[in-house]
T-cell receptor
């Protein structure tokens, strides 16, 4: 089974500042990794995903994440955040087998202020 | 193209009452997932279907919970009888591929409050 840990429950940041949301995973097998975003009163939507290939993955809204196998991490970054990035961000992991299920982290609340 | 549609958006009921939540997946998607989101437990997978067949219901908390998918365009999650600890936001999601490679498309959720 796989698990994912999001180390920060809340991250406050000023607009136009850079941000990193941390995610570490645990698995005994190869994994796929995902970041989803949830805006208030909405469902989750996919930001980006790592399945294979380049370890630096670019997603929507200027976000990117880097898969680091040795550190079992998949941190999400954005060089300059906007007020509209305020949301809950979820890291998720699954095994590569077709029967594997997606397991979500507990979420990180990104609060962007002026 | 319409996304995943859930109803009702909000439901307030009293303990012991039956609750039925509904979901219409995106047309052409052959996987459907039901999740529950609470502050304490985060996002939990309850059950998922492939081509209308339940594949894994190990996340269903107890026999009070049941889910059906009578056709490719409709699914229900039923709680009978409901209890205050069932209060949560219930999400339906659909995808073309399994969740581990494909993108899950979530509905806006059904917020359930059991008094």
């Amino acid at each position: 089974a796989q698990s994912v840990t999001q180390l920060d429950s809340q991250v406050p940041v000023f607009e136009e500042a850079p941000v990193e949301l941390r995610c570490n995973y645990s698995s005994s097998v190869s994994v796929y990794l995902f970041w989803y975003v949830q805006y208030p009163n909405q469902g989750l939507q996919l930001l980006l995903k790592y399945l294979s290939g380049s370890t630096l993955v670019k997603g929507i809204n200027g976000f990117e994440a880097e898969f680091n196998k040795s550190q079992t991490s998949f941190h999400l970054r954005k060089p300059s955040v906007h007020i509209s990035d305020t949301a809950e961000y979820f890291c998720a992991v699954s095994g590569t087998g077709t029967a594997s299920k997606l397991t979500f982290g507990t979420g990180t609340r990104l609060q962007v202020t002026l | 193209d319409a996304g995943v549609i859930q109803s009702p958006r909000h439901e307030v009921t009293e303990m012991g009452q039956e609750v039925t939540l509904r979901c219409k997946p995106i047309s052409g998607h052959d996987y459907l997932f039901w999740y529950r989101q609470t502050m304490m437990r985060g996002l939990e997978l309850l059950i998922y279907f492939n081509n209308n067949v339940p594949i894994d219901d190990s996340g269903m908390p107890e026999d009070r919970f049941s889910a059906k998918m009578p056709n490719a365009s409709f699914s229900t999650l039923k709680i009978q009888p409901s209890e205050p600890r069932d209060s949560a936001v219930y999400f339906c999601a659909s995808s073309i591929l399994t969740g581990n490679t494909g993108e899950l498309f979530f509905g806006e959720g059904s917020r359930l409050t059991v008094l």
